[in-house]
């Protein structure tokens, strides 16, 4: 299964423009965004754009997301919100946790996390695709250069489950791909010149992933 993967769209036109020509030129089978989808104010234009792309989206909230965008995924056809839940295509299950609370020199999927996480372990294998807004703590994290403001929560469950992959965005300065143990971890942002990711996985192999 090929996944064209991004984040930090924040509704901007050429960001759009990214998606859709990497989108013509890659053909993935889902399209997958680990949160910003919209920037503040009046999602609905975004999303109705969103739905209209060929391929199914898959989605988890960032922090310029308000919490109604959750509720206004579930109403378009071709939008699937993956919080809390493991979305199966072609075999491959995808979860994801939505949310980001920023604060200094870190971030927090929520503030109350112990239930969150919890949750989560539980949906969470080997084979998992597993999104969420912020890096892991101290991978592809630094702000300024120097400064990790990534979650410590989501290094711990990563560490613990080992999912396949891990897709997040938040950080403007941090394309990439390291990896934590078995997890590949990739910034997929669209930012700086980035047009995100595209990550094939196959039972039979590791997963490949690709900077575009």
Do not use: W
Not at 93 to 105: E, K, R, Y
Not at 144 to 151: N, R, V
Not at 158 to 168: D, F, M
Not at 206 to 212: A, C, G
């Amino acid at each position: 299964m090929l996944i064209y993967a991004v984040a930090d769209l924040h509704g901007k036109d050429q960001r759009f423009a990214k998606i859709e020509r990497q989108l013509t030129a890659l053909h993935p089978d889902v399209l997958v965004i680990a949160g910003d989808l919209t920037n503040y104010v009046n999602p609905t234009p975004v999303l109705a754009r969103l739905n209209a792309l060929p391929v199914p989206v898959l989605a988890v909230r960032g922090n310029t997301d308000l919490k109604r965008v959750e509720g206004l995924l579930q109403t378009y056809p071709n939008l699937h919100p993956l919080h809390l839940s493991a979305t199966t295509i072609q075999k491959v299950s995808i979860v994801g946790l939505s949310g980001t609370v920023p604060i200094p020199f870190r971030s927090r999927i929520q503030f109350r996390e112990k239930d969150l996480f919890e949750q989560a372990a539980g949906l969470v294998t080997a084979q998992t695709v597993l999104v969420a807004h912020p890096p892991p703590y101290g991978f592809l994290d630094e702000v300024a250069g120097k400064i990790h403001a990534g979650s410590r929560s989501l290094y711990n469950l990563v560490v613990v489950c080992q999912p396949a992959v891990l897709l997040c965005g938040h950080i403007h300065e941090r394309p990439g791909i390291t990896s934590i143990g078995n997890t590949v971890v990739v910034n997929c942002n669209l930012t700086r010149g980035s047009s995100g990711a595209l990550i094939e996985i196959d039972p039979d192999r590791s997963p490949t992933v690709r900077l575009l």
